[in-house]
């Protein structure tokens, strides 16, 4: 599989390597400063820099458009793959309003062009280990839950400056995240309600959200985003409960009987500088190669992507849900807005 590459920015580093660590030809690359281009093809060995994002597509020797762009240029660049008849994945969110997301989905849909968004934080090694304890059932079946993940801090925001002037920032930026693990863990929501927090007052901009959602099957489920917390993630079930604690430390309680088990296996990834590992976290690096190796799989096995454009538009109408509710501070029905 060969895959020329839209983007050159914090992120693509990261996304290119872990490809390169599979064994994937990167063959292009584009940005929109095509120095920055020049910079970053020399620095990861890609052949060939582009001017022009129309350029790559005519030349067309690739296999997949791997768009790793600013949010803004997402559509434009996934209708050009549709237009070509490149397969296409997109880095989350998807794009900035539910109306474009819809019509990048519409476009490969109809084009019959195999579109997935790169939506990784369900392949964090602990979360995919709390998924097989669920679906053993464990714990009987699931109540209650609540998720907590990192939001956006000082740190942060001082290597991704954009986020300090994002609308809506926390949502945009770590909605889709939170949202794609609630629904790969407990399934399709029925509501939400969205509390803003702004932390920081140098930025105007919310950097916390309290969520609760309750799922299709009348489950509540609370999502934290914040800076700081002592479990990751808690679910109460009819037979016991499951704790993922700050350590990833699996906790199991069914009765008398506990167990306990380190659930964030990771692998080595001497590509990732020490000082981005400690901002971010190994286990979030560690989540990357698991979501290439799962959509590199599903291209080449002509199969939809766990993560395709049509799932992850009930994603994002969670992130747009949950902006509504921030700015209307009532609770959102799903299912209205698609």
Same mark, same amino acid.
């Given at each position: 599989?060969?895959?020329?590459?839209?983007?050159?920015?914090?992120?693509?580093?990261?996304?290119?390597?872990?490809?390169?660590?599979?064994?994937?030809?990167?063959?292009?690359?584009?940005?929109?400063?095509?120095?920055?281009?020049?910079?970053?093809?020399?620095?990861?060995?890609?052949?060939?820099?582009?001017?022009? %994002?129309?350029?790559?597509?005519?030349?067309?020797?690739?296999?997949?458009?791997?768009?790793?762009?600013?949010?803004?240029?997402?559509?434009?660049?996934?209708?050009?793959?549709?237009?070509?008849?490149?397969?296409?994945?997109?880095?989350?969110?998807?794009?900035?309003?539910?109306?474009?997301?819809?019509?990048?989905?519409?476009?490969?849909?109809?084009?019959?062009?195999?579109?997935?968004? /790169?939506?990784?934080?369900?392949?964090?090694?602990?979360?995919?280990?709390?998924?097989?304890?669920?679906?053993?059932?464990?714990?009987?079946?699931?109540?209650?839950? /609540?998720?907590?993940?990192?939001?956006?801090?000082?740190?942060?925001?001082?290597?991704?400056?954009?986020?300090?002037?994002?609308? /809506?920032?926390?949502?945009?930026?770590?909605?889709?995240?939170?949202?794609?693990?609630?629904?790969?863990?407990?399934?399709?929501?029925?509501?939400?309600?969205?509390?803003?927090?702004?932390?920081?007052?140098?930025?105007?901009?919310?950097?916390?959200?309290?969520?609760?959602?309750?799922?299709?099957?009348?489950?509540?489920?609370?999502?934290?985003?914040?800076?700081?917390?002592?479990?990751?993630?808690?679910?109460?079930?009819?037979?016991?409960?499951?704790?993922?604690?700050?350590?990833?430390?699996?906790?199991?309680?069914?009765?008398?009987?506990?167990?306990?088990?380190?659930?964030?296996?990771?692998?080595?990834?001497?590509?990732?500088?020490?000082?981005?590992?400690?901002?971010?976290?190994?286990?979030?690096?560690?989540?990357? %190669?698991?979501?290439?190796?799962?959509?590199?799989?599903?291209?080449?096995?002509?199969?939809?992507?766990?993560?395709?454009?049509?799932?992850?538009?009930?994603?994002?109408?969670?992130?747009?849900?949950?902006?509504?509710?921030?700015?209307?501070?009532?609770?959102?029905?799903?299912?209205?807005?698609?």
């Amino acid at each position: 599989m060969k895959v020329a590459v839209f983007g050159s920015g914090y992120w693509a580093t990261f996304q290119v390597r872990a490809w390169q660590a599979l064994g994937v030809e990167i063959v292009a690359v584009w940005n929109r400063t095509s120095e920055k281009a020049v910079i970053f093809a020399k620095e990861n060995n890609i052949q060939k820099v582009f001017q022009t %994002p129309e350029e790559v597509f005519e030349w067309g020797e690739f296999d997949i458009a791997d768009i790793i762009a600013d949010v803004g240029a997402h559509e434009r660049l996934v209708a050009m793959a549709a237009r070509f008849g490149k397969g296409v994945i997109c880095q989350k969110p998807m794009s900035d309003t539910l109306e474009s997301c819809r019509r990048m989905a519409d476009l490969c849909l109809e084009a019959n062009v195999w579109f997935a968004i /790169h939506e990784n934080f369900r392949y964090q090694p602990a979360t995919l280990a709390l998924k097989k304890e669920l679906n053993s059932g464990i714990i009987g079946e699931p109540l209650r839950a /609540h998720l907590s993940m990192r939001s956006p801090d000082l740190d942060i925001m001082a290597k991704q400056p954009a986020l300090t002037t994002m609308p /809506h920032m926390v949502l945009r930026d770590m909605g889709p995240h939170m949202f794609d693990v609630a629904r790969f863990l407990f399934g399709e929501m029925e509501s939400i309600f969205a509390l803003p927090v702004n932390s920081y007052p140098q930025y105007d901009v919310p950097d916390t959200a309290l969520c609760t959602l309750r799922s299709r099957n009348g489950m509540a489920i609370h999502c934290d985003l914040v800076h700081s917390w002592n479990d990751r993630f808690f679910v109460e079930g009819t037979k016991g409960s499951i704790t993922l604690d700050h350590e990833q430390i699996m906790h199991i309680e069914t009765g008398a009987k506990k167990i306990e088990y380190e659930a964030n296996i990771l692998p080595q990834l001497s590509y990732i500088p020490e000082e981005d590992l400690y901002l971010h976290g190994t286990h979030i690096f560690a989540s990357i %190669p698991n979501c290439l190796q799962d959509l590199r799989e599903a291209w080449m096995q002509k199969r939809p992507a766990s993560t395709s454009g049509v799932d992850n538009l009930k994603t994002m109408e969670l992130v747009f849900a949950a902006i509504q509710s921030f700015d209307t501070q009532q609770s959102i029905k799903i299912g209205g807005l698609l």
